[in-house]
């Protein structure tokens, strides 16, 4: 199931393993078209798209090499734009 953590700990590693931030935001966008898709409602969505962004949060740039710290990066501002997006769509 799309909303499961193995899901989103799979798109976790995935964003970690891009080789672009191209990829990273390809990744991102098939996974929404996927939530689009299976006609998800749009809380459950909203969800998914919070709890991946708090795991994006607790990466520090430590522990991480130059582009997956890039990686992270640029998910986390496409994430917070689809949060915004989606708030704004909220009756």
Excluded: C
């Excluded at 899901?7 to 966008?29: H, P, T, W, Y």
């Amino acid at each position: 199931m799309i909303l499961s953590d193995e899901f989103r700990a799979g798109l976790v590693n995935d964003i970690l393993l891009a080789n672009s931030q191209d990829e990273v935001k390809k990744l991102i966008n098939a996974t929404i078209k996927a939530f689009e898709d299976s006609d998800a409602e749009s809380y459950a969505t909203y969800q998914f798209v919070d709890k991946i962004s708090d795991e994006l949060a607790f990466f520090t740039p430590m522990n991480k090499g130059a582009q997956q710290w890039s990686n992270i990066q640029v998910a986390k501002i496409l994430f917070r734009r689809i949060q915004r997006r989606m708030h704004e769509q909220l009756p």
